[in-house]
C-alpha cells in the first residue's frame, strides 16, 4: 500500500509538470492551430536561465529563499520573453500560410534554440541547486513524499486556478476564449488579435518556466534536451485532453503522469518512454479528439 | 416519370442524424435514365448532406440507397467508400470547389480516369506497352472532355489561375472522365453570371443528350432549374416537401412558403 | 526618413536581443569551482549582429509583404516566366554539358582524393537518398512523415543482425531490407490513414522514438545500446577489399543507388499513381470522390518511401561496420525533412540539391561543424518565410496529345 502511495504521489507530481508545460501547447494550439514544437524549449530555457541566476545570485553571497525566489521570477520574465519573441518571429508571418509552413518554422525554432543553449551554454548536463527546502514537517512521510513533490503539487495547482481564475473572469481571458472561438469576429468587435496571441504565447510560457524551475531543482541537473522529451510528454498530455481545451491539459497531464508512475513503478522503468509514445500514439488515432475534447467533423 | 424508363438511383427513407440534430429525413428520391432531376431548397434543408450520404461522404442512419447500372444488378450502397461510388457509375462536383488548385487542368481531369485505368506501382516504372498504352489514353480521352466543355486551350494552366466560371467547368470535366452514368452537381451555378449561367444550362443538357448521363442536381438558381429540370424534388429542414414537374413546384404553395418571398421565380 | 526609421527598430531589436540572450550568452557559471564568466564579448556580438540582422530582416520583410500583394493582382505572369533554373533544366543544349560534367567528376572523385573524402561523399549520397525517399512521402504524398528514421534503422538493423548472427551476404540482405522497410512502412502506415496534418506529424514522430527506444531496450534481438559490431562490408565477387577499396567500392554503390533512385522517382512522378498522390496531398475528399481509393494510395506511398530509406539503411551498416540506436533518431528525421522542404517539395533536382548542400557544406565548412544544426533550424524557419516553395518550384508536366498535334499541323 505505501509503494502504490509513493508511485501515486511520484505520478501526481509528474503529471503536475506535464500539466503545466500541456497548458502552453493547448492554449496556443486552441488558438491559432499551431503545434509550438518549440514550446519545450522555452521550458528548457526556463530552467537554465534559473539555473544561472541562481549560480551568480549562490556565489555573490545570497542564500535561502530569496535565490528560490529571483531565479523563478527572472526564469519567468525571460520564458516569457521568449515565448514573445518566438511568436513575433517565426510564427505570426505564417498566420496565413498553409499549415505545414508553420509546423516546419516550428520544428526549425525547436532546433534553433536547443543548440542556441547548446553553444551558448554546453552540452553536459548542469548540476541545479537544491532550491526548494527541506520542510521539517514533511520529515514523518518523507519517504512516501518529500518537500520537493509537496510545491510541486502545491505550486501547480495554485498557478492553475490562477490560470482558470484569469480565463473565466478577466477581459484578456475572454479575449483569449473570444479569439479561439472565432478569430475574424473577434478581431472586428475590435479585439487586438494579436496583442491576445502575444498574451498566449506569453502565459503559455510562465507556466513552462515555473515547470522548469520545478523539475530543475527537484531533479538537480539539467541540460540542452530536456525540452525534447518534455515537450512530446506534455504534447502528449495535451493530446490526451483534448488538445485547445484547458482543463483538458490540466487533466491529461495528470493520468499521463500517473500512469506513467503506474507502468514504470509496477511493469518497467525502462519502457517508461515508450509509455507514453504509446498513449500519444494510441489516442491520436483512436481517439483525437481527447478525454474532454469535442470530435469536429469537417465541412464537405 | 414514364414507367418503362430505367431507374438507376432509387433512394428510400433516408435519414441521417448527426447526435441530436437531424439533417436528412426520411428522403425518398429517383432518378431515371435520361432525365435531368433538380433538388432545391432554402440554405441548411440538408440538400448537400443528402448528396454527401449517396456518394458515401457520411454512413446514413437510416434507409436505402440502390444503384441500378445500365445492364448490371442492383446494388444497395449505403456506407460504401466515395471512390467506390464512384466507380460504380455515380460522380459529383462540390458546392466550395474542389479542384487540385496545384496541378494543371488537364491532370484535373486525368485524375478522373484513375478508377477506370489499372497501371500500378511496378507498371509506372516499368512503362510496359499497356502502361504506355493507358497513359495515352488517358490523355486522349482527358483532352476530349475538355473540349466538351470548352476548356482546351487551359489545359496546362494550374487550375488555380482559372477564371471562376472556368473552375466549374473544370470540375464538372474532371466529374465526367469517370465514365459515370448519374452526375450529381452541387450547384453548379452558383457565383455564376447570367450568360455563364445559360452556358452551362446548354452544357448540362448537351451532357444529357450526348453522352448517355442522368443529372441530379442542386441549384438556387430558379431560372436553371425550371429551364432544364424534367422532376423537381422540394426539400426543407431535411424533410421533402415537394415533388414534381416544374410547373407544378412553380404553384405549390408549400414551396412558396419554404422561400417566403422568393417566389417561383429567381433571375 | 526612413532610413532613421531603420535606424531606431535596429538600435531598439539590438537592445532586446542583448536582454535576451544575456544569462545564456554572456554569464557561464560554474558551479563546481564556484566562478562566473562574464563573456562580455558575446555581448558585442549578439548586439552588432541583431543590429544588422534587424534592418536586414524588416527590409526582407516589406519585399515579402509587396511581393504578396502584387502576387493577388498579376497572377498569371509570376507563374508563367520561368526561373533560371528551370529554363537551364529545360534547354538540352545547356544542361547536357552540365551532365556530362558532373557525372566525369563524380567518376572520378574517388581517384583524386583521400579515402576520408570519399567516405564523405558515401554519407552525402546516402542522405540524398533518404531524401527522394521521404519526397515521396512527403513530397509527393503529402503525408508528413517525422519518423521516417525509423524505417532506415529497420533496414540497418536487419542487415545488422542478419548478417552477425545468421551469416547472410550483403547482397542478399540489401533487398531484404527494402523490403522490410517497406512492409514496416505500410505496417505503421496502416492505423494513420485517417490522420491528417499536424496529429500525423505527431504520431509519426512517436513512432519513430519508439523505435529508437526499442533498439536501446530490446537487448535480445538489438543487442541494445551497446549496438551491433563487426558488420560485413559489401563484396564483390568474393575479393577481399581493405577499407580503402571497400569505401570506393560502397561510393559506387551509391551512385548507382542514387541514379536508380532518380531513375524510379522521376517514372512514379509522371504516372497513374504520382498523379494520384498529388491529387491526395491537394485535396483528399476530391480524390476520394473522383475514384482514387485512399488507402492503397496512401499505403503506396509509405511503402515506397520506406523502402528507399531501408535499402540505405543496410549500405549505411556495411560502410560503419557497427551500428547504435543513437544514430537513429529525430534529429536525423528533422534533417531529412528539411532536405525535402528546402529541396521543394515533389522535386527531384531540388532534394538531390538540397541534400548535397546541406550535408557537404558542414564537410567543408569544418570551423562551423558545431554551428550546424543551429544552421539548419534557422535555414527552416527563414525558407518557410521567405521561399516556402523550396530550391526548386512546382512545374506541372505538358502533354502532348494527337488533337493537338493535329491541330498543329493543320495550322501550321
Given at each position: 500500500?505505501?509503494y502504490?502511495?509513493?508511485?501515486?504521489?511520484?505520478?501526481?507530481t509528474?503529471?503536475?509538470?506535464?500539466a503545466?508545460?500541456?497548458?502552453?501547447?493547448?492554449m496556443?494550439?486552441?488558438?491559432?492551430?499551431?503545434i509550438?514544437f518549440?514550446?519545450?524549449?522555452?521550458?528548457?530555457i526556463?530552467?537554465?536561465v534559473?539555473?544561472?541566476?541562481?549560480?551568480v545570485?549562490?556565489?555573490?553571497?545570497?542564500s535561502?529563499?530569496?535565490?528560490?525566489?529571483l531565479?523563478?521570477?527572472?526564469?519567468?520574465i525571460?520564458?516569457?520573453?521568449?515565448?514573445?519573441?518566438?511568436?513575433?518571429?517565426?510564427?505570426?508571418?505564417?498566420?496565413?500560410a498553409?499549415r505545414?509552413?508553420?509546423?516546419?518554422?516550428?520544428?526549425?525554432?525547436?532546433?534553433?534554440?536547443?543548440n542556441?543553449?547548446?553553444?551558448?551554454?554546453?552540452?553536459?548536463?548542469?548540476?541545479?541547486?537544491e532550491?526548494?527546502?527541506?520542510?521539517?514537517?514533511?520529515?514523518?512521510?518523507?519517504?512516501?513524499?518529500?518537500?520537493?513533490e509537496?510545491?510541486?503539487?502545491?505550486?501547480s495547482?495554485?498557478?492553475?486556478?490562477?490560470?482558470?481564475?484569469?480565463?473565466?473572469y478577466?477581459?484578456?481571458g475572454?479575449?483569449m476564449?473570444a479569439?479561439?472561438q472565432?478569430m475574424?469576429?473577434?478581431?472586428?468587435?475590435?479585439?487586438?488579435?494579436?496583442?491576445?496571441i502575444?498574451v498566449?504565447f506569453?502565459?503559455?510560457?510562465?507556466?513552462?518556466a515555473?515547470?522548469?524551475?520545478?523539475?530543475?531543482?527537484?531533479?538537480?541537473?539539467i541540460?540542452?534536451?530536456?525540452?525534447?522529451?518534455?515537450?512530446?510528454?506534455?504534447?502528449?498530455?495535451?493530446?490526451?485532453?483534448?488538445?485547445?481545451?484547458i482543463p483538458?491539459?490540466?487533466?491529461?497531464?495528470?493520468v499521463?503522469?500517473?500512469?506513467e508512475?503506474?507502468?514504470?513503478?509496477y511493469i518497467?522503468?525502462?519502457?517508461?518512454?515508450?509509455?507514453?509514445?504509446?498513449?500519444l500514439v494510441?489516442?491520436?488515432?483512436?481517439?483525437p479528439?481527447?478525454?474532454?475534447g469535442?470530435?469536429?467533423?469537417?465541412?464537405? | 416519370?414514364?414507367e418503362?424508363?430505367?431507374?438507376?438511383?432509387?433512394?428510400?427513407?433516408?435519414t441521417?442524424?448527426f447526435?441530436?440534430l437531424?439533417?436528412?429525413?426520411?428522403?425518398t428520391?429517383?432518378?431515371?435514365?435520361?432525365?435531368?432531376?433538380a433538388?432545391?431548397?432554402?440554405n441548411?434543408a440538408?440538400?448537400?448532406?443528402?448528396?454527401n450520404?449517396?456518394?458515401?461522404?457520411y454512413k446514413p442512419?437510416r434507409?436505402?440507397i440502390?444503384?441500378?447500372?445500365?445492364?448490371q444488378?442492383?446494388h444497395?450502397?449505403?456506407?460504401?467508400?466515395p471512390?467506390?461510388?464512384?466507380?460504380?457509375g455515380?460522380?459529383?462536383?462540390f458546392?466550395?470547389?474542389r479542384?487540385?488548385q496545384?496541378?494543371?487542368?488537364?491532370?484535373n481531369?486525368m485524375?478522373?480516369?484513375?478508377c477506370?485505368?489499372?497501371?500500378?506501382?511496378?507498371?509506372?516504372?516499368?512503362r510496359g506497352?499497356?502502361?504506355?498504352?493507358?497513359?495515352?489514353e488517358?490523355?486522349?480521352?482527358?483532352?476530349?472532355l475538355?473540349?466538351?466543355?470548352?476548356?482546351?486551350?487551359?489545359a496546362d494552366?494550374?487550375?488555380?489561375?482559372?477564371?471562376?466560371?472556368?473552375?466549374?467547368?473544370?470540375?464538372?470535366?474532371?466529374?465526367?472522365?469517370?465514365?459515370?452514368?448519374l452526375?450529381?452537381?452541387?450547384?453548379?451555378?452558383?457565383g455564376?453570371?447570367?450568360q455563364?449561367t445559360?452556358d452551362?444550362?446548354?452544357?448540362?443538357?448537351?451532357?444529357?443528350?450526348t453522352?448517355?448521363?442522368?443529372?441530379?442536381?442542386i441549384?438556387?438558381?430558379m431560372?436553371?432549374?425550371?429551364?432544364?429540370s424534367?422532376?423537381i424534388?422540394?426539400?426543407?429542414?431535411?424533410k421533402?416537401?415537394?415533388?414534381?414537374?416544374?410547373?407544378?413546384?412553380?404553384?405549390n404553395?408549400?414551396?412558396?412558403e419554404?422561400?417566403?418571398?422568393?417566389g417561383?421565380?429567381d433571375? | 526618413?526612413?532610413?532613421?526609421?531603420?535606424?531606431?527598430?535596429?538600435?531598439?531589436?539590438?537592445v532586446?536581443?542583448?536582454?535576451?540572450?544575456?544569462?545564456l550568452?554572456?554569464?557561464?557559471?560554474?558551479?563546481l569551482?564556484?566562478?562566473?564568466?562574464?563573456?562580455?564579448?558575446?555581448?558585442?556580438?549578439?548586439?552588432?549582429?541583431?543590429f544588422?540582422?534587424s534592418?536586414?530582416?524588416r527590409?526582407?520583410?516589406?519585399?515579402r509583404a509587396?511581393?504578396s500583394?502584387?502576387?493577388e493582382?498579376?497572377?498569371?505572369d509570376?507563374d508563367?516566366?520561368?526561373?533560371?533554373g528551370?529554363?537551364?533544366?529545360?534547354?538540352?543544349k545547356l544542361?547536357?554539358p552540365?551532365?556530362?560534367?558532373v557525372i566525369?567528376?563524380?567518376l572520378?572523385?574517388?581517384?583524386?582524393?583521400?579515402?576520408?573524402?570519399?567516405?564523405?561523399?558515401?554519407?552525402?549520397?546516402?542522405?540524398?537518398?533518404l531524401?527522394l525517399?521521404?519526397?515521396?512521402?512527403?513530397?509527393l504524398?503529402?503525408?508528413?512523415?517525422?519518423?521516417?528514421?525509423?524505417?532506415?534503422?529497420?533496414g540497418?538493423y536487419t542487415?545488422a543482425?542478419?548478417?552477425?548472427?545468421?551469416?547472410l551476404?550483403?547482397?542478399?540482405?540489401?533487398?531484404?531490407?527494402?523490403?522490410?522497410?517497406?512492409?514496416?512502412?505500410?505496417?505503421?502506415g496502416?492505423?494513420?490513414?485517417?490522420?491528417?496534418?499536424?496529429?500525423l506529424?505527431?504520431?509519426?514522430?512517436?513512432f519513430g522514438?519508439?523505435?529508437?527506444?526499442?533498439?536501446?531496450?530490446?537487448?535480445g534481438?538489438?543487442n541494445?545500446?551497446?549496438g551491433?559490431?563487426?558488420i560485413?562490408r559489401?563484396?564483390?565477387?568474393?575479393?577481399?577489399?581493405?577499407i580503402?577499396?571497400?569505401?570506393?567500392?560502397t561510393?559506387?554503390?551509391?551512385?548507382?543507388?542514387?541514379?536508380?533512385?532518380?531513375?524510379v522517382?522521376?517514372?512514379l512522378?509522371?504516372?497513374r499513381i504520382?498523379r494520384?498522390?498529388?491529387?491526395?496531398?491537394?485535396?483528399?475528399?476530391?480524390?476520394?470522390?473522383?475514384?482514387?481509393?485512399m488507402a492503397?494510395?496512401?499505403?503506396?506511398?509509405?511503402?515506397?518511401?520506406a523502402f528507399?530509406?531501408?535499402?540505405?539503411?543496410?549500405i549505411?551498416?556495411?560502410?560503419?561496420?557497427?551500428?547504435?540506436?543513437a544514430?537513429?533518431?529525430?534529429?536525423?528525421?528533422?534533417?531529412?525533412?528539411?532536405m525535402v522542404?528546402?529541396?521543394?517539395?515533389?522535386?527531384?533536382?531540388?532534394?538531390?540539391?538540397?541534400?548535397?548542400?546541406?550535408?557537404?557544406?558542414?564537410?567543408?565548412l569544418r570551423?562551423?561543424?558545431?554551428?550546424?544544426?543551429?544552421?539548419?533550424g534557422?535555414v527552416?524557419?527563414l525558407?518557410?518565410?521567405?521561399r516556402?516553395?523550396?530550391?526548386v518550384?512546382?512545374?506541372?508536366?505538358?502533354?502532348?496529345?494527337?488533337?493537338?498535334?493535329?491541330?498543329?499541323?493543320?495550322?501550321?
Amino acid at each position: 500500500m505505501e509503494y502504490f502511495l509513493e508511485l501515486f504521489l511520484s505520478g501526481l507530481t509528474r503529471g503536475s509538470i506535464y500539466a503545466l508545460i500541456a497548458l502552453g501547447y493547448t492554449m496556443v494550439y486552441g488558438i491559432i492551430q499551431l503545434i509550438n514544437f518549440a514550446h519545450g524549449e522555452i521550458y528548457m530555457i526556463g530552467a537554465f536561465v534559473a539555473l544561472v541566476v541562481s549560480g551568480v545570485l549562490t556565489i555573490y553571497g545570497f542564500s535561502g529563499v530569496s535565490i528560490l525566489i529571483l531565479a523563478a521570477l527572472i526564469a519567468i520574465i525571460y520564458s516569457a520573453a521568449y515565448g514573445y519573441t518566438l511568436e513575433k518571429i517565426a510564427y505570426r508571418p505564417l498566420r496565413n500560410a498553409p499549415r505545414l509552413s508553420a509546423l516546419i518554422s516550428a520544428i526549425g525554432m525547436s532546433l534553433f534554440l536547443q543548440n542556441y543553449v547548446l553553444l551558448a551554454q554546453t552540452a553536459d548536463y548542469m548540476p541545479f541547486p537544491e532550491l526548494v527546502p527541506e520542510f521539517a514537517f514533511m520529515e514523518p512521510i518523507a519517504h512516501i513524499m518529500g518537500s520537493a513533490e509537496l510545491v510541486i503539487l502545491i505550486t501547480s495547482a495554485i498557478t492553475m486556478i490562477g490560470l482558470t481564475l484569469l480565463i473565466k473572469y478577466t477581459r484578456i481571458g475572454k479575449a483569449m476564449r473570444a479569439t479561439q472561438q472565432d478569430m475574424v469576429m473577434a478581431r472586428l468587435t475590435g479585439i487586438n488579435v494579436d496583442r491576445v496571441i502575444s498574451v498566449t504565447f506569453i502565459i503559455g510560457s510562465v507556466l513552462a518556466a515555473i515547470a522548469g524551475v520545478l523539475v530543475g531543482s527537484y531533479i538537480g541537473q539539467i541540460n540542452y534536451f530536456i525540452g525534447f522529451m518534455a515537450g512530446v510528454k506534455a504534447f502528449t498530455a495535451a493530446v490526451l485532453g483534448g488538445i485547445g481545451n484547458i482543463p483538458g491539459a490540466a487533466l491529461g497531464g495528470l493520468v499521463l503522469g500517473l500512469a506513467e508512475a503506474m507502468a514504470a513503478g509496477y511493469i518497467s522503468s525502462a519502457y517508461e518512454d515508450v509509455f507514453a509514445f504509446g498513449v500519444l500514439v494510441l489516442i491520436l488515432i483512436l481517439r483525437p479528439s481527447g478525454l474532454l475534447g469535442k470530435a469536429v467533423k469537417q465541412k464537405v | 416519370m414514364a414507367e418503362n424508363t430505367q431507374k438507376l438511383l432509387e433512394v428510400r427513407e433516408l435519414t441521417m442524424d448527426f447526435g441530436g440534430l437531424r439533417a436528412v429525413d426520411s428522403i425518398t428520391l429517383e432518378v431515371c435514365a435520361g432525365e435531368i432531376v433538380a433538388l432545391i431548397g432554402p440554405n441548411g434543408a440538408g440538400k448537400t448532406t443528402f448528396f454527401n450520404c449517396v456518394t458515401g461522404i457520411y454512413k446514413p442512419t437510416r434507409g436505402e440507397i440502390l444503384v441500378h447500372p445500365p445492364e448490371q444488378k442492383t446494388h444497395k450502397i449505403n456506407g460504401f467508400k466515395p471512390n467506390r461510388v464512384t466507380a460504380m457509375g455515380l460522380a459529383r462536383t462540390f458546392q466550395n470547389i474542389r479542384l487540385f488548385q496545384n496541378m494543371t487542368v488537364l491532370e484535373n481531369v486525368m485524375i478522373g480516369r484513375h478508377c477506370r485505368t489499372t497501371t500500378n506501382i511496378l507498371g509506372a516504372i516499368l512503362r510496359g506497352k499497356n502502361t504506355n498504352r493507358q497513359e495515352r489514353e488517358t490523355i486522349e480521352r482527358s483532352y476530349e472532355l475538355l473540349e466538351k466543355v470548352g476548356l482546351v486551350h487551359f489545359a496546362d494552366e494550374f487550375a488555380k489561375n482559372l477564371p471562376y466560371g472556368a473552375q466549374r467547368r473544370l470540375e464538372i470535366a474532371r466529374a465526367m472522365a469517370t465514365d459515370p452514368f448519374l452526375l450529381l452537381l452541387d450547384e453548379p451555378a452558383a457565383g455564376m453570371n447570367p450568360q455563364e449561367t445559360k452556358d452551362l444550362d446548354e452544357l448540362i443538357v448537351r451532357i444529357k443528350d450526348t453522352e448517355n448521363i442522368s443529372i441530379l442536381l442542386i441549384e438556387h438558381d430558379m431560372k436553371l432549374v425550371m429551364n432544364i429540370s424534367e422532376r423537381i424534388y422540394v426539400m426543407e429542414y431535411g424533410k421533402k416537401i415537394a415533388h414534381g414537374s416544374p410547373q407544378e413546384i412553380r404553384s405549390n404553395p408549400k414551396v412558396i412558403e419554404a422561400y417566403l418571398g422568393e417566389g417561383g421565380g429567381d433571375a | 526618413m526612413a532610413m532613421i526609421s531603420y535606424l531606431k527598430s535596429s538600435l531598439i531589436a539590438a537592445v532586446w536581443f542583448v536582454f535576451l540572450t544575456f544569462p545564456l550568452m554572456v554569464v557561464k557559471v560554474n558551479t563546481l569551482k564556484s566562478t562566473v564568466e562574464w563573456r562580455w564579448m558575446n555581448m558585442l556580438w549578439v548586439a552588432i549582429g541583431a543590429f544588422i540582422l534587424s534592418a536586414v530582416w524588416r527590409w526582407a520583410m516589406e519585399r515579402r509583404a509587396r511581393g504578396s500583394s502584387q502576387k493577388e493582382s498579376d497572377d498569371t505572369d509570376a507563374d508563367k516566366k520561368p526561373s533560371i533554373g528551370h529554363r537551364l533544366m529545360a534547354d538540352p543544349k545547356l544542361y547536357r554539358p552540365v551532365l556530362g560534367l558532373v557525372i566525369v567528376l563524380a567518376l572520378l572523385m574517388p581517384w583524386v582524393s583521400e579515402m576520408y573524402q570519399v567516405t564523405i561523399w558515401v554519407f552525402a549520397l546516402i542522405y540524398v537518398v533518404l531524401g527522394l525517399g521521404l519526397n515521396i512521402t512527403v513530397g509527393l504524398a503529402g503525408l508528413l512523415d517525422l519518423g521516417y528514421v525509423a524505417f532506415f534503422g529497420v533496414g540497418a538493423y536487419t542487415y545488422a543482425i542478419l548478417n552477425t548472427r545468421f551469416g547472410l551476404d550483403f547482397w542478399i540482405c540489401l533487398p531484404i531490407g527494402g523490403l522490410t522497410g517497406a512492409l514496416v512502412g505500410v505496417l505503421l502506415g496502416f492505423p494513420i490513414l485517417r490522420l491528417r496534418g499536424d496529429y500525423l506529424a505527431i504520431v509519426t514522430l512517436g513512432f519513430g522514438s519508439i523505435a529508437k527506444i526499442v533498439y536501446e531496450n530490446w537487448e535480445g534481438v538489438f543487442n541494445g545500446a551497446k549496438g551491433i559490431e563487426k558488420i560485413a562490408r559489401p563484396g564483390f565477387f568474393g575479393v577481399e577489399m581493405d577499407i580503402s577499396a571497400a569505401t570506393t567500392f560502397t561510393y559506387y554503390l551509391m551512385l548507382v543507388m542514387v541514379v536508380f533512385t532518380i531513375f524510379v522517382t522521376n517514372r512514379l512522378k509522371d504516372s497513374r499513381i504520382g498523379r494520384a498522390w498529388m491529387a491526395l496531398r491537394e485535396d483528399e475528399i476530391a480524390c476520394v470522390a473522383m475514384g482514387v481509393d485512399m488507402a492503397k494510395t496512401k499505403l503506396g506511398a509509405y511503402a515506397l518511401g520506406a523502402f528507399w530509406a531501408g535499402l540505405v539503411g543496410v549500405i549505411f551498416a556495411s560502410q560503419t561496420t557497427y551500428i547504435n540506436p543513437a544514430s537513429f533518431d529525430f534529429m536525423l528525421s528533422a534533417i531529412v525533412l528539411s532536405m525535402v522542404v528546402l529541396g521543394g517539395m515533389g522535386s527531384i533536382v531540388g532534394v538531390v540539391i538540397a541534400a548535397l548542400v546541406l550535408n557537404l557544406l558542414p564537410e567543408y565548412l569544418r570551423a562551423f561543424e558545431d554551428y550546424r544544426m543551429l544552421v539548419f533550424g534557422a535555414v527552416m524557419v527563414l525558407m518557410m518565410l521567405f521561399r516556402p516553395q523550396g530550391l526548386v518550384s512546382n512545374v506541372r508536366k505538358t502533354y502532348t496529345h494527337s488533337k493537338k498535334v493535329h491541330a498543329e499541323e493543320a495550322n501550321g
